[in-house]
């Protein structure tokens, strides 16, 4: 009870700052999201491989840097988000083929071919969830309200802690999830439409 006495005191006293005093300094980030540029290599494992069948393996960047408004106020500073700058796709495919299938061959070909179809699946997940992962982007940032410190040094540490609450809040993390099983349903939609007919054909 002598602490909620004390807190009333203190809101009455001129001068004195609270952190939600911070809330008038809450902006609405401007969300860009940039695709990366991707590569595509082709190797042959000395391991033994299912010879029917190739593999690729995706590299996902989800990167998100922010840029914070600096509001200085009586007791101190005000860090809100500004800006949010994301980077979200596929950087690198690395497409494995059994050592078995000369380079260039039908069967290498073909099997090529198959994994061209995997990479594509993989790139149609980000061409066509944009408008979906902006919209994510924009709930999570409005849910981020700017937070106070009192020292100079303590804005950095702050910037951090905004960028820690973004990456960790739910429509973010759940951004990510649905990436994944994108990839599992649409690897495996890539699958069942392929007949095999065109590797078939290499071996008659």
Request: hydrophobic share 40%; aromatic share 8%.
């Amino acid at each position: 009870m002598f602490k909620k006495i004390v807190f009333l005191l203190l809101a009455f006293i001129p001068g004195f700052t609270f952190a939600d005093d911070c809330l008038d300094y809450k902006l609405t980030p401007n969300i860009t999201i940039n695709t990366p540029v991707w590569t595509k290599s082709v190797v042959q494992p000395l391991e033994k491989m299912d010879v029917l069948h190739g593999n690729v393996i995706a590299t996902l960047v989800d990167e998100f840097e922010i840029t914070a408004d600096i509001t200085s106020i009586e007791d101190g500073f005000c860090v809100a988000l500004k800006n949010i700058d994301s980077t979200i796709g596929y950087s690198d495919f690395l497409v494995q083929i059994d050592i078995s299938h000369r380079p260039n061959s039908c069967s290498y070909n073909a099997i090529l071919q198959h994994e061209d179809e995997h990479i594509r699946a993989y790139l149609s997940i980000i061409e066509d969830n944009k408008n979906s992962f902006k919209k994510s982007i924009e709930k999570a940032a409005d849910s981020i309200v700017p937070i106070f410190v009192k020292n100079e040094k303590d804005i950095e540490p702050a910037i951090d802690k905004l960028n820690e609450k973004l990456q960790n809040h739910p429509d973010i993390v759940l951004l990510k999830q649905q990436i994944r099983a994108d990839e599992e349903i649409r690897n495996k939609h890539v699958d069942i439409n392929d007949t095999g007919e065109t590797l078939k054909k290499c071996f008659d």
